[in-house]
């Protein structure tokens, strides 16, 4: 089990990048009155053919260069762990959405207290891709878009100014 919900998050969107995605969009939903904590990243990328969808669970199969592909099967035992389920749909040149919703009060539940460090990391690490993060908590809402750059503002104005938005996003709506 990864520490943080975020990291999970970060494994996905890290391997959407990988899978040729221009355009990673991560949706983040907590209800503490339904008691369901929601979270989706869809890309763009090439798809998965139907053998892999069948396999992506496996922590033995992987598409890429490593031996291991740990990061979904982690995440499936998480959320069925959490009173929950994980829904993966995909296809070739089709992208990808990775769809997991766990019960907000679980007491085995792992934190989401870093989407604003995991945000800034996609957005550093690849800049040129477009990045669309959505968390809505208890009906309140903040959006941040980061469309694909090359060149701009000097990195670090803008890590600051990325830095600020997202930290003051979050706090608004009580998820910082």
């Known amino acids: ?3 943080d919900l975020s990291l999970h998050i970060l494994d996905i969107a890290e391997n959407a990048v990988t899978a040729g995605a221009t355009r990673v969009r991560i949706a983040v939903n907590e209800n503490e009155r339904r008691d369901v904590l929601t979270f989706r990243v869809t890309d763009n990328g090439r ?14 199969f992987t598409t890429g260069h490593k031996r291991t592909g740990l990061g979904l099967p982690l995440l499936a035992q998480t959320v069925e762990l ?12 089709g992208g990808t959405r990775v769809i997991a919703r766990l019960l907000y009060s679980h007491v085995d539940r792992p934190p989401l207290t870093r989407m604003a460090a995991t945000i800034m990391t996609l957005v550093f690490a690849h800049p040129e891709i477009e990045f669309g993060y959505r968390h809505t908590r208890n009906g309140l809402i903040f959006s941040f878009l980061r469309h694909g750059r090359r ?23 009580g998820a910082l």
């Open 1 to 3: 089990m990864m520490e």
């Open 47 to 60: 798809g998965m053919s139907d053998e892999e969808k069948a396999r992506a669970l496996d922590p033995f």
């Open 82 to 93: 959490c009173g929950g389920g994980l829904k993966l749909t995909s296809a070739p040149g």
């Open 151 to 173: 060149g701009g503002a000097s990195v670090p104005v803008e890590i600051v100014a990325v830095r600020a938005a997202l930290r003051s996003g979050l706090k608004r709506i």
